[in-house]
Each structure stands twice: as C-alpha cells, then as structure tokens.
C-alpha cells in the first residue's frame, strides 16, 4: 500500500483541486449511444515518476480528451484537465501529462471524450488508477516481460484471451515494464490455427493483422489488435507502463539502413517502415515524449530512494548485424550507440537509489542469431568481446570502476524465463563485478529455446522455465508463458525476484541482499 502523506500536504492538494475549480459539471448533455464518441481501447497510464504521469486514451472520432483525477474514488476533490483533441493525425489518440502529483498516494482518474462535432455529445467515462512514486522508503513491486500476439498466437477469446495479463495484475504491481516486442508488425494472424493434439485455436482477426504492417494504418492496426483484449484493457487502467520496443514492433531483426530482402515487403527500406512503426508505437504507449527529442524511447525513472529503472533503445543506433567479431569499436559494433551510451553511464552514477534495474530488451550473454551467419545481439559466440560486444564491455568496466553498486537486469525477446549470474570468475572478459540478469517472457506469444550461452561475460544458468529439447513455437494453451516479479523490502532493501507462469505460478524465487 502506499505510504500515507502528511495531513497538511493532503490538504494543499485538496486546495489545489478547488482552486482549479475542477467541481464544475460538463456543460454537455449526454447523447444517444450511436451518436456519442467511443473509448475502444480503455485507458492507460505510463512513466510515472517525479510526481508526474502521463494519460493515455483513444476516441473512435474526432474529439476532445478530458481528465479528471483524485486521491480518492470517489472524486469529491477531483481536478480537471482539458486535453488535446483526438483527431485524425494522430489515431485519434490523446494523452495528458499530469504534474505536480503528491508523492507516495494513489490516485484515481478518469477519461472522457467531448465530441468535435457536436460539443454537447460526451463519451462514456473510463476509470483507472495508479500510484505515484514514493518519497520515503516502502515496499515497491513491479512486473516485467515482452513478446505479444507473436508467431501467430494472437486473442483466442476461447482460451480466455491474454490472461497472462489477470495474473500480473493479481501481484499487485506498482508498474509494468514492457521489454519490447509490444506487438508483431511482421506476423500476420490468422483464425484458425490446428494444435498437436488436433484441436483448433481460434484467434480474433483484423483487416490489419492479416498481412505484414507496410502502412501507418497496419502498424497501428497491431498496437489497436492487442487492445481488442479485455485482460490487457483492464490490467493497463490498474497498472502504469513503462514501454521499450525491440524489432517487431517493424520487422525481425531489422537494423537501420537495412534494405529489405522479403517478397511479402512492396516497402524495402528498412528506415521507412522504422519510421512508420516508431510513430505507431508512440502513438498507442502511454510514454512522456522527451523534449530533447520526441521520437527517443530510451530514458531513466527515478522511482523513490530503493528504485532506478533505465530502459534501454538497443534498435534505433545499432549498425548493421554482421559476423560480429570486431576487435575495435567502430560503426559496424554500434549497439546502444555513443550517446546513450554516455547517457546510462551518467543515469547510473548519479543514481543514488539502492536498486538500479537496467531494462534491456535483448539479454547480454544469450546468442541470437541472423541469416547468413550473422548476430543480432551483442553475444557472437565463445571468447573474448568482440564486436557488440565491446560496448556492453565498456559499460560493465565503467560500474565496477566507478564503484556503482546493485545493478540487476531484466530482459524479455528469447520468449522463455530463465535467471542467469554473470562471474567474472567464469568468463574471458573479466574486468567487471558479479551481477544478475533476469528473462521474462512470452506474454502471449510462441515458446521457443532454451538458447545457447556465450561465455565471454560468464554467464551461468541457474534456472530456466523450459525443458531441453522442446519443439518451438508452442502456444500459450500449452501454459509456457513467463512474467517477472520484483519486488523491494521497504525495511530491508531486500530485492525479491520471482519468475511465474501463465496462472502466476512462482516457478523460481531469490532474495538479493543490497550491497551497502
């Protein structure tokens, strides 16, 4: 629960709220269903941090977002923002950014649309809620994990849609990390698929979904499928999202300046469709569009004094995938790029939480593979760093000698769950201090590995969700799906990460004692 604020710091919010003169009802009448705008996608919230927050929602036609917000549900002192208009350039989507939110308290909010054609017509109102970052030292949880609607698995409403979803919202969570693959532009979605065992899944369908996203529209038709999942509506007004993208979100293993060697692609340029996808995505996730750069995905959170979360953007700066074996940093090993290099260089030193959870959205030590012999990770096999690798290299050279301490990463895109210890004692490039790195994932897409460990960084597997030797693409009826859980003692500091199944099974559990 959140911890309670003082009394006179409640007050000043309430004052706040009057002042605002947020009691005032809606000079509209509501008007007939077929004739008032529609909220088809719920509501979200996202990057909740410094006592802001970010309201996402959609319109069916052109008109106004507004919201209003509590401490409490039942909106006695409830402040109200007039949003952008939803219109056509933009999906019809809107978002407000809500600021100078008490720190610590759940707030309550709520999202109507005022019609742009008849401003007396008002939507229905969608409820949801979140809380804000603490001041102060209490428990804080969160969940992770990436990989939806992928490999042909999409909703089965038979199977009772993406419940994965049901059960991360059961933990309770403070917020979601979406580790990318948000949706799968590549994978068109067909009705029916037929099991092993003879029986048909059966997936809802779109216009968009049917083929490879070469529009803006289909791009954006995959992040509107998703939202066709009452589990995934519901779980996104309870609990805020923090979301990086990986490759689906265009196409597989795209890398800037690809051209595209795919008949089912009219579009070849792997920029182009980058460009189209990278609008989609910050069109249907709740993100802050940073000022210095409004289409930039990676960025920090600061989440009270035990949590730092940095997401990571290892897509939009890589060079090309290659043989990756590079004895020297040049264009060809970019993975995060120069500046955000320097960037999660400079968040991790100034951090002064106990906890810093790298998101990435590809694991370190776990080999992805391309055609023709090439690598999409940063991990090329046994040895020494070479290629990407130098990077990731560099970056764990600088924590160890700069003494930042506690940094623990979660990953999702290899679509199992597994726990890995990287030791220095057991790897070729040694300059680093012991850490963990934890994989989540599918939420609801194909199982497939477990994958090949390269030892350049040590890595050793202390568990995985996945027997050896099980046939791929599995689908979520077959129960392997994977989310995280981490969750941080208030008292203790103490760091529980848990990895769980589609019903939220704890399948595997480790206590991580901070070092002071």
């Not at 970052?133 to 939806?148: E, K, Y």
Request: aromatic fraction near 10%; glycine fraction near 10%.
């Amino acid at each position: 629960m959140p911890a309670k604020r003082s009394m006179s710091s409640r007050r000043e919010f309430i004052k706040q709220a009057i002042l605002a003169g947020s009691g005032v009802a809606f000079p509209a009448i509501i008007r007939s269903q077929s004739s008032r705008p529609q909220i088809p996608c719920g509501v979200q919230s996202g990057d909740v941090a410094g006592g802001r927050a970010v309201i996402w929602s959609r319109s069916d036609r052109p008109a106004r977002m507004i919201v209003e917000y509590d401490t409490t549900d039942a909106f006695r002192n409830v402040r109200r923002i007039t949003g952008p208009a939803a219109i056509e350039p933009g999906d019809f989507t809107a978002r407000v950014d809500l600021s100078g939110l008490p720190a610590g308290q759940k707030i309550f909010y709520r999202v109507t649309f005022q019609s742009l054609e008849d401003l007396r017509s008002l939507s229905e109102t969608v409820t949801g809620s979140f809380n804000t970052q603490p001041s102060t030292r209490r428990d804080v949880s969160f969940v992770w994990g990436g990989d939806v609607c992928g490999q042909g698995w999409g909703i089965n409403p038979d199977f009772g849609g993406m419940k994965i979803y049901r059960a991360m919202q059961a933990v309770g969570p403070d917020f979601f990390i979406h580790s990318g693959d948000t949706i799968y532009a590549d994978g068109p979605i067909q009705a029916e698929v037929r099991l092993d065992d003879g029986s048909i899944w059966r997936n809802l369908t779109t216009a968009e979904k049917s083929k490879v996203a070469e529009t803006l529209d289909e791009f954006r038709g995959n992040h509107r499928y998703n939202l066709l999942d009452e589990n995934f509506r519901r779980f996104n007004a309870e609990v805020p999202m923090l979301a990086q993208w990986d490759d689906h979100e265009v196409r597989n293993n795209w890398y800037p300046g690809q051209v595209i060697e795919d008949d089912r692609y009219r579009v070849k340029s792997a920029d182009l469709l980058a460009a189209r996808g990278r609008r989609a995505f910050l069109d249907y996730t709740p993100n802050r569009f940073q000022p210095d750069d409004p289409e930039r995905i990676y960025r920090a959170h600061e989440y009270g004094p035990l949590l730092d979360v940095i997401l990571l953007d290892e897509r939009s700066y890589r060079g090309p995938n290659t043989t990756n074996r590079q004895t020297a940093m040049s264009e060809e090993t970019i993975f995060l790029g120069t500046s955000q290099l320097e960037w999660v260089k400079q968040r991790l030193l100034g951090s002064r939480a106990t906890w810093k959870v790298i998101a990435s959205d590809m694991p370190i030590g776990l080999i992805v593979g391309d055609t023709g012999g090439r690598f999409e990770n940063c991990a090329n096999g046994d040895g020494p760093a070479l290629g990407r690798e130098l990077e990731v290299a560099d970056l764990l050279r600088f924590i160890k000698r700069r003494r930042i301490r506690n940094v623990v990463w979660v990953t999702a895109d290899v679509h199992y769950a597994a726990a890995h210890f990287y030791d220095p004692a057991r790897a070729q490039f040694v300059d680093f201090n012991p850490f963990w790195e934890f994989v989540a994932g599918p939420l609801n897409a194909g199982t497939f590995g477990p994958g090949r460990m390269d030892n350049t960084f040590g890595p050793e597997v202390k568990f995985t969700g996945i027997p050896q030797g099980m046939k791929p693409n599995r689908s979520p009826k077959d129960g392997f799906q994977f989310f995280g859980h981490v969750k941080i003692d208030g008292k203790t500091g103490i760091m529980t990460v848990s990895l769980h199944d589609i019903d939220g099974k704890k399948l595997y559990s480790i206590e991580l004692t901070p070092d002071k």
